[in-house]
Protein backbone atom coordinates (compact mmCIF):
# COMPACT_ATOMS: atom_id res chain seq x y z
CA UNK A 1 0.00 0.00 0.00
CA UNK A 2 1.26 3.24 -0.98
CA UNK A 3 1.10 5.88 1.88
CA UNK A 4 -0.52 9.04 0.70
CA UNK A 5 -0.26 12.64 2.05
CA UNK A 6 -2.07 15.35 0.97
CA UNK A 7 -0.75 18.95 1.88
CA UNK A 8 -3.44 21.75 1.71
CA UNK A 9 -7.01 20.49 2.69
CA UNK A 10 -9.02 23.27 0.58
CA UNK A 11 -10.87 22.41 -2.83
CA UNK A 12 -8.70 19.93 -4.67
CA UNK A 13 -7.27 18.76 -1.61
CA UNK A 14 -10.63 17.26 0.03
CA UNK A 15 -11.70 15.76 -3.62
CA UNK A 16 -8.71 13.93 -3.45
CA UNK A 17 -8.46 12.74 0.15
CA UNK A 18 -12.09 11.54 -0.54
CA UNK A 19 -10.71 9.90 -3.94
CA UNK A 20 -8.14 8.25 -2.03
CA UNK A 21 -11.02 6.39 0.62
CA UNK A 22 -13.45 5.64 -2.31
CA UNK A 23 -11.77 4.62 -5.38
CA UNK A 24 -8.25 3.82 -4.64
CA UNK A 25 -8.85 2.29 -1.02
CA UNK A 26 -6.82 -1.25 -2.36
CA UNK A 27 -4.00 0.66 -3.65
CA UNK A 28 -3.38 3.46 -1.01
CA UNK A 29 -4.15 4.26 2.86
CA UNK A 30 -4.38 8.22 2.98
CA UNK A 31 -2.03 8.66 5.59
CA UNK A 32 -2.03 11.99 7.15
CA UNK A 33 -2.91 15.63 5.56
CA UNK A 34 -1.78 18.94 6.66
CA UNK A 35 -2.53 22.74 6.44
CA UNK A 36 -1.53 25.88 7.44
CA UNK A 37 -4.54 26.73 8.94
CA UNK A 38 -4.81 23.70 11.20
CA UNK A 39 -8.37 23.91 11.33
CA UNK A 40 -9.05 23.49 7.52
CA UNK A 41 -6.75 19.63 8.13
CA UNK A 42 -9.61 19.21 11.21
CA UNK A 43 -13.08 20.02 9.72
CA UNK A 44 -11.50 17.44 6.44
CA UNK A 45 -10.56 15.18 8.77
CA UNK A 46 -13.81 14.62 10.83
CA UNK A 47 -15.39 14.80 6.91
CA UNK A 48 -13.20 11.37 5.96
CA UNK A 49 -13.76 7.59 6.98
CA UNK A 50 -12.01 5.67 8.99
CA UNK A 51 -9.12 4.98 9.39
CA UNK A 52 -8.94 8.42 9.94
CA UNK A 53 -5.29 10.04 8.46
CA UNK A 54 -3.41 12.03 10.79
CA UNK A 55 -3.28 16.19 10.88
CA UNK A 56 0.78 17.01 10.82
CA UNK A 57 3.04 19.79 10.03
CA UNK A 58 4.22 19.43 6.11
CA UNK A 59 7.50 17.85 7.51
CA UNK A 60 6.27 15.54 9.77
CA UNK A 61 3.64 14.36 6.61
CA UNK A 62 6.96 13.91 4.41
CA UNK A 63 8.97 11.74 6.48
CA UNK A 64 5.66 9.44 6.74
CA UNK A 65 4.01 9.58 3.58
CA UNK A 66 5.63 7.93 0.07
CA UNK A 67 3.34 9.86 -2.52
CA UNK A 68 3.32 13.60 -0.96
CA UNK A 69 -0.09 15.75 -2.67
CA UNK A 70 0.32 19.53 -2.85
CA UNK A 71 -2.53 21.22 -3.45
CA UNK A 72 -1.79 24.77 -1.19
CA UNK A 73 -0.42 27.53 -2.92
CA UNK A 74 2.64 28.98 -5.02
CA UNK A 75 3.97 30.30 -1.93
CA UNK A 76 4.01 26.80 -0.14
CA UNK A 77 5.12 24.53 -3.40
CA UNK A 78 8.92 24.90 -3.92
CA UNK A 79 9.61 24.48 0.09
CA UNK A 80 7.55 21.13 0.10
CA UNK A 81 8.24 20.18 -3.35
CA UNK A 82 12.15 20.26 -2.51
CA UNK A 83 12.37 18.84 1.16
CA UNK A 84 9.56 15.90 -0.51
CA UNK A 85 11.92 14.92 -3.63
CA UNK A 86 15.36 15.63 -1.10
CA UNK A 87 13.69 13.10 1.65
CA UNK A 88 12.93 10.54 -1.97
CA UNK A 89 9.37 10.94 -1.73
CA UNK A 90 7.18 10.90 -4.81
CA UNK A 91 5.11 14.60 -5.29
CA UNK A 92 1.95 15.98 -7.27
CA UNK A 93 2.41 19.25 -7.03
CA UNK A 94 -1.10 21.22 -8.28
CA UNK A 95 0.57 24.85 -7.57
CA UNK A 96 2.60 24.42 -10.91
CA UNK A 97 3.08 28.74 -11.32
CA UNK A 98 5.22 28.42 -8.08
CA UNK A 99 8.09 26.19 -9.08
CA UNK A 100 8.15 28.45 -12.41
CA UNK A 101 11.84 29.78 -12.74
CA UNK A 102 12.95 27.12 -10.20
CA UNK A 103 12.26 23.84 -12.41
CA UNK A 104 16.09 23.24 -13.62
CA UNK A 105 16.55 22.71 -9.52
CA UNK A 106 13.17 20.69 -8.59
CA UNK A 107 13.71 18.68 -11.98
CA UNK A 108 17.40 17.96 -11.26
CA UNK A 109 16.46 16.88 -7.46
CA UNK A 110 13.80 14.31 -8.60
CA UNK A 111 16.34 12.85 -11.14
CA UNK A 112 18.94 12.53 -8.39
CA UNK A 113 16.74 10.93 -5.95
CA UNK A 114 15.42 8.97 -8.08
CA UNK A 115 11.61 9.41 -7.72
CA UNK A 116 8.89 10.96 -9.06
CA UNK A 117 7.28 14.23 -9.73
CA UNK A 118 3.69 14.60 -11.74
CA UNK A 119 2.37 17.58 -12.77
CA UNK A 120 -0.70 16.63 -13.95
CA UNK A 121 -2.82 18.99 -16.54
CA UNK A 122 -5.08 20.63 -14.52
CA UNK A 123 -7.50 23.48 -15.94
CA UNK A 124 -6.06 23.25 -20.03
CA UNK A 125 -6.27 20.94 -22.92
CA UNK A 126 -3.54 19.46 -25.27
CA UNK A 127 -0.64 18.55 -22.44
CA UNK A 128 -0.86 14.73 -24.31
CA UNK A 129 0.06 16.36 -27.87
CA UNK A 130 2.65 18.69 -26.88
CA UNK A 131 4.76 16.63 -25.28
CA UNK A 132 4.68 14.28 -28.30
CA UNK A 133 5.24 17.55 -30.61
CA UNK A 134 8.20 18.49 -28.34
CA UNK A 135 9.63 14.95 -29.26
CA UNK A 136 10.50 16.60 -32.73
CA UNK A 137 10.28 20.34 -33.09
CA UNK A 138 7.93 22.95 -32.25
CA UNK A 139 7.36 26.37 -33.86
CA UNK A 140 4.69 27.78 -31.87
CA UNK A 141 3.12 27.61 -28.74
CA UNK A 142 -0.05 30.24 -28.11
CA UNK A 143 -2.45 30.02 -25.23
CA UNK A 144 -5.22 32.55 -25.45
CA UNK A 145 -7.12 32.50 -21.73
CA UNK A 146 -10.61 34.40 -22.27
CA UNK A 147 -12.36 35.30 -18.91
CA UNK A 148 -15.29 37.87 -17.50
CA UNK A 149 -12.89 41.15 -16.65
CA UNK A 150 -13.91 41.27 -12.99
CA UNK A 151 -11.76 37.77 -13.08
CA UNK A 152 -8.47 40.47 -13.83
CA UNK A 153 -9.77 43.22 -11.67
CA UNK A 154 -6.93 42.71 -9.07
CA UNK A 155 -4.37 41.56 -11.52
CA UNK A 156 -0.49 43.38 -11.25
CA UNK A 157 -0.70 43.73 -14.95
CA UNK A 158 -4.15 45.60 -14.79
CA UNK A 159 -3.23 47.72 -12.17
CA UNK A 160 0.31 48.57 -13.56
CA UNK A 161 -1.03 49.91 -16.21
CA UNK A 162 -4.22 51.76 -15.55
CA UNK A 163 -6.37 49.28 -17.22
CA UNK A 164 -10.10 50.14 -16.86
CA UNK A 165 -12.02 46.75 -16.76
CA UNK A 166 -15.48 48.45 -15.54
CA UNK A 167 -18.40 49.12 -18.08
CA UNK A 168 -16.76 46.75 -20.73
CA UNK A 169 -18.86 46.40 -23.42
CA UNK A 170 -16.51 44.51 -26.38
CA UNK A 171 -13.54 41.71 -25.89
CA UNK A 172 -10.37 43.84 -24.68
CA UNK A 173 -6.87 42.08 -25.19
CA UNK A 174 -5.62 42.75 -22.00
CA UNK A 175 -1.60 41.00 -22.68
CA UNK A 176 0.40 39.56 -25.15
CA UNK A 177 3.94 38.35 -24.60
CA UNK A 178 5.36 35.09 -23.14
CA UNK A 179 4.42 33.08 -20.65
CA UNK A 180 7.24 34.41 -17.90
CA UNK A 181 5.83 37.89 -17.86
CA UNK A 182 1.97 36.45 -17.75
CA UNK A 183 3.08 34.44 -15.19
CA UNK A 184 4.31 37.88 -13.21
CA UNK A 185 1.30 40.23 -14.68
CA UNK A 186 -1.37 37.70 -14.12
CA UNK A 187 -0.23 35.42 -11.62
CA UNK A 188 -3.87 34.05 -11.19
CA UNK A 189 -3.63 32.43 -14.98
CA UNK A 190 -0.09 31.06 -13.24
CA UNK A 191 -0.95 27.50 -13.23
CA UNK A 192 -2.14 26.96 -16.85
CA UNK A 193 0.96 28.96 -18.34
CA UNK A 194 3.06 27.16 -16.51
CA UNK A 195 2.18 23.82 -16.98
CA UNK A 196 2.25 24.36 -20.65
CA UNK A 197 6.10 26.30 -20.17
CA UNK A 198 6.65 22.98 -18.91
CA UNK A 199 5.33 20.66 -21.05
CA UNK A 200 7.42 21.60 -23.75
CA UNK A 201 9.52 24.64 -25.13
CA UNK A 202 9.41 26.64 -21.62
CA UNK A 203 8.17 29.94 -20.45
CA UNK A 204 10.15 32.12 -22.58
CA UNK A 205 9.16 30.54 -25.83
CA UNK A 206 5.65 29.70 -24.98
CA UNK A 207 3.01 32.85 -25.91
CA UNK A 208 0.06 33.83 -24.33
CA UNK A 209 -2.69 35.89 -25.11
CA UNK A 210 -5.05 37.54 -22.29
CA UNK A 211 -9.03 38.53 -23.10
CA UNK A 212 -10.88 40.84 -20.39
CA UNK A 213 -14.37 39.07 -22.20
CA UNK A 214 -17.59 40.93 -20.83
CA UNK A 215 -19.81 38.20 -22.53
CA UNK A 216 -18.37 35.42 -20.93
CA UNK A 217 -19.56 33.30 -18.33
CA UNK A 218 -17.01 30.62 -17.94
CA UNK A 219 -13.18 31.05 -18.33
CA UNK A 220 -11.99 29.69 -21.31
CA UNK A 221 -8.31 28.68 -22.90
CA UNK A 222 -7.59 27.93 -26.72
CA UNK A 223 -4.14 25.99 -27.10
CA UNK A 224 -2.45 26.43 -30.65
CA UNK A 225 0.70 24.53 -31.07
CA UNK A 226 2.06 24.37 -34.39
CA UNK A 227 5.11 22.23 -35.19
CA UNK A 228 6.75 19.86 -37.99
CA UNK A 229 4.36 17.37 -37.00
CA UNK A 230 1.30 19.76 -38.54
CA UNK A 231 -0.85 22.13 -35.99
CA UNK A 232 -2.99 21.40 -33.43
CA UNK A 233 -5.69 23.20 -31.53
CA UNK A 234 -7.64 22.91 -28.27
CA UNK A 235 -10.42 24.80 -26.55
CA UNK A 236 -11.61 24.09 -22.89
CA UNK A 237 -14.72 26.32 -21.65
CA UNK A 238 -14.02 25.47 -17.43
CA UNK A 239 -16.62 25.69 -15.49
CA UNK A 240 -15.55 26.57 -11.79
CA UNK A 241 -16.21 24.33 -8.71
CA UNK A 242 -18.34 25.02 -6.59
CA UNK A 243 -16.21 25.72 -3.30
CA UNK A 244 -13.37 27.59 -5.29
CA UNK A 245 -14.61 29.79 -8.55
CA UNK A 246 -10.72 30.35 -8.96
CA UNK A 247 -10.15 26.30 -9.60
CA UNK A 248 -11.84 25.00 -12.33
CA UNK A 249 -13.80 21.31 -11.96
CA UNK A 250 -11.42 20.35 -15.04
CA UNK A 251 -8.15 20.82 -12.38
CA UNK A 252 -10.03 18.57 -10.05
CA UNK A 253 -10.79 15.64 -11.96
CA UNK A 254 -7.29 16.05 -13.79
CA UNK A 255 -5.39 15.70 -9.62
CA UNK A 256 -7.67 12.82 -9.42
CA UNK A 257 -7.31 11.33 -13.28
CA UNK A 258 -3.49 11.61 -12.25
CA UNK A 259 -3.50 9.64 -9.13
CA UNK A 260 -5.52 7.25 -11.20
CA UNK A 261 -2.53 6.87 -14.16
CA UNK A 262 0.41 6.65 -11.29
CA UNK A 263 -1.60 3.46 -9.73
CA UNK A 264 -3.22 1.82 -12.52
CA UNK A 265 -0.97 -0.82 -14.73
CA UNK A 266 -2.40 0.56 -17.84
CA UNK A 267 -1.63 3.99 -18.77
CA UNK A 268 -3.18 5.70 -22.10
CA UNK A 269 -2.25 8.36 -23.31
CA UNK A 270 0.68 10.57 -24.07
N1 LIG B 1 -2.59 23.08 -11.96
C1 LIG B 1 -3.75 23.67 -12.18
O1 LIG B 1 -4.27 23.74 -13.30
C2 LIG B 1 -4.50 24.25 -11.02
C3 LIG B 1 -5.86 24.51 -11.12
C4 LIG B 1 -6.53 25.01 -10.01
C5 LIG B 1 -5.84 25.30 -8.85
N2 LIG B 1 -4.49 25.07 -8.80
C6 LIG B 1 -3.72 25.40 -7.60
O2 LIG B 1 -3.86 24.36 -6.66
C7 LIG B 1 -3.74 24.91 -5.34
C8 LIG B 1 -4.95 24.46 -4.50
O3 LIG B 1 -6.14 24.92 -5.11
P1 LIG B 1 -7.53 24.84 -4.30
O4 LIG B 1 -8.59 25.26 -5.24
O5 LIG B 1 -7.64 23.55 -3.58
O6 LIG B 1 -7.30 26.03 -3.24
P2 LIG B 1 -8.10 26.30 -1.89
O7 LIG B 1 -7.88 27.74 -1.59
O8 LIG B 1 -9.48 25.79 -1.97
O9 LIG B 1 -7.31 25.43 -0.80
C9 LIG B 1 -5.98 25.63 -0.49
C10 LIG B 1 -5.72 25.11 0.91
O10 LIG B 1 -4.31 25.15 1.14
C11 LIG B 1 -4.06 25.78 2.38
N3 LIG B 1 -2.76 26.45 2.32
C12 LIG B 1 -2.46 27.65 1.76
N4 LIG B 1 -1.15 27.92 1.91
C13 LIG B 1 -0.62 26.87 2.57
C14 LIG B 1 0.69 26.55 3.00
N5 LIG B 1 1.70 27.42 2.83
N6 LIG B 1 0.89 25.37 3.63
C15 LIG B 1 -0.14 24.52 3.84
N7 LIG B 1 -1.40 24.76 3.47
C16 LIG B 1 -1.64 25.92 2.82
C17 LIG B 1 -5.22 26.74 2.60
O11 LIG B 1 -5.39 27.02 4.00
C18 LIG B 1 -6.38 25.95 2.02
O12 LIG B 1 -6.98 25.11 2.97
C19 LIG B 1 -3.66 26.44 -5.51
O13 LIG B 1 -2.31 26.86 -5.45
C20 LIG B 1 -4.20 26.65 -6.91
O14 LIG B 1 -3.65 27.81 -7.53
C21 LIG B 1 -3.83 24.54 -9.84
Keep these: MIKVG ?24 LEAISD ?13 KKPKPKVYSYEELIKRCDLVIEAASKEAVYEVTKKALSAGKDVMVMSVG ?27 VGIDGLKA ?13 RKPPQGFEDAPYVIKHGIKL ?20 FPKNINVSATLSLAAIGAKKTKVRIIASPHMLVNVHEVYVQGDFGSFYTRTENFPSEQNPKTS ?13 ILRNVKIGT
Excluded at 11 to 28: H, M, N, P, W, Y
Excluded at 36 to 48: I, V, Y
Excluded at 98 to 121: D, M, N, Q, V, W
Design 166 to 185: KGLKQEKVLFEGNAAEACKG
Design 133 to 145: ANVGKIHRVLLTT
Design 98 to 124: GILGREKEIFELARTHRCCLYLPSGGV
Design 6 to 29: IIGCGTIGRELAKACQRKFSDEVT
Design 249 to 261: RLAILSAEATLER
Design 36 to 48: AEPSHARKLQKEL
